[in-house]
């Protein structure tokens, strides 16, 4: 039978130098867990919506290694042409492409980023291949606008990559880890080390459902022995905790 009587802190509630430990470790957990790297793909999947690109294939690596980046691939739809034209400033050219859109003369038109062979291993500015077809009539026109597009695929490219970087430098910083201590409402041992356990009223604790492991057989079965204790039903190792106002039993 174990009997190891583990104090559970706050963040708050830590020295010092169990803070910087608490937040060491949970910045480690962060970097671990997928969810980082989904908020950098929705950002990326917004951005390109807004502008009118496809934001179905979007591959990325932000590692800073030379070969990382962000690329996207897909059909360009028609009406979007003139949004990504005048997103680059063209405004010519979308007036242009707008009268031969309007006169339906570019209906078979079709532009496509494909991956180079390039993209098969990486991702970047310069993985992306922008081609079109055009009915001869408006051959010179299309190819300017194909032109025109190709950049500010790559200048797109580019921004999202130092978007990508930003939000997950973000993560790293001082306060964006202590705000997440916080609202996963984490607690720890006197060392800082992490318990895995979060802040729960006792009852909360107690009922079933609840996803807190014990440390030490992870069990999730708690019994409550006597005041602000708790004992694993499986290996009896106990907690001591408190009665915590901020989270309401339902
Ligand atoms: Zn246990």
Same mark, same amino acid.
């Given at each position: 039978?174990?009997?190891?009587?583990?104090?559970?802190?706050?963040?708050?509630?830590?020295?010092?130098?169990?803070?910087?430990?608490?937040?060491?470790?949970?910045? =480690?957990?962060? @970097?671990?867990?997928?969810?980082?790297?989904?908020? &950098?793909? /929705?950002?990326? +999947?917004?951005?390109?919506? %807004?502008?009118?690109?496809?934001?179905?294939?979007?591959?990325?690596?932000?590692?800073?290694?030379?070969?990382?980046?962000?690329?996207?691939?897909?059909?360009?739809?028609?009406?979007?042409?003139?949004?990504?034209?005048?997103?680059?400033?063209?405004?010519?050219?979308?007036?242009?492409?707008?009268?031969?859109?309007?006169?339906?003369?570019?209906?078979?038109?079709?532009?496509?980023?494909?991956?180079?062979?390039?993209?098969?291993?990486?991702?970047?500015?310069?993985?992306?291949?922008?081609?079109?077809?055009?009915?001869?009539?408006?051959?010179?026109?299309?190819? =300017?606008?194909? @032109?025109?597009?190709?950049?500010?695929?790559?200048? &797109?490219? /580019?921004?999202? +990559?130092?978007?990508?970087? %930003?939000?997950?430098?973000?993560?790293?910083?001082?306060?964006?880890?202590?705000?997440?201590?916080?609202?996963?409402?984490?607690?720890?041992?006197?060392?800082?080390?992490?318990?895995?356990?979060?802040?729960?009223?006792?009852?909360?604790?107690?009922?079933?459902?609840?996803?807190?492991?014990?440390?030490?057989?992870?069990?999730?079965?708690?019994?409550?022995?006597?005041?602000?204790?708790?004992?694993?039903?499986?290996?009896?190792?106990?907690?001591?905790?408190?009665?915590?106002?901020?989270?309401?039993?339902?």
């Amino acid at each position: 039978m174990h009997y190891l009587l583990t104090e559970l802190f706050e963040y708050d509630e830590l020295s010092d130098q169990a803070k910087d430990r608490a937040r060491r470790e949970h910045s =480690k957990m962060l @970097s671990e867990c997928d969810n980082r790297v989904e908020d &950098v793909r /929705k950002h990326f +999947e917004i951005s390109l919506e %807004k502008i009118g690109f496809p934001k179905e294939d979007i591959d990325f690596s932000l590692g800073y290694q030379h070969s990382d980046g962000m690329a996207f691939y897909g059909r360009i739809e028609f009406s979007n042409i003139e949004n990504i034209l005048k997103y680059a400033d063209q405004d010519e050219l979308a007036h242009n492409w707008k009268t031969l859109y309007d006169a339906g003369e570019v209906n078979d038109v079709c532009f496509n980023i494909s991956r180079k062979s390039l993209g098969l291993h990486y991702s970047h500015y310069n993985t992306m291949l922008l081609t079109s077809d055009s009915p001869p009539c408006c051959k010179f026109i299309i190819l =300017k606008i194909t @032109s025109a597009i190709s950049d500010v695929i790559k200048a &797109v490219s /580019k921004k999202l +990559e130092a978007d990508g970087y %930003k939000l997950l430098e973000t993560r790293k910083t001082k306060s964006y880890i202590e705000e997440s201590i916080r609202t996963t409402e984490c607690l720890f041992k006197k060392s800082g080390e992490p318990t895995g356990l979060r802040i729960y009223s006792n009852e909360t604790f107690l009922k079933e459902g609840t996803n807190i492991k014990c440390d030490y057989c992870h069990c999730m079965k708690f019994t409550k022995t006597k005041k602000d204790v708790i004992s694993c039903n499986n290996c009896e190792a106990t907690y001591k905790v408190k009665t915590y106002h901020s989270m309401e039993v339902r």
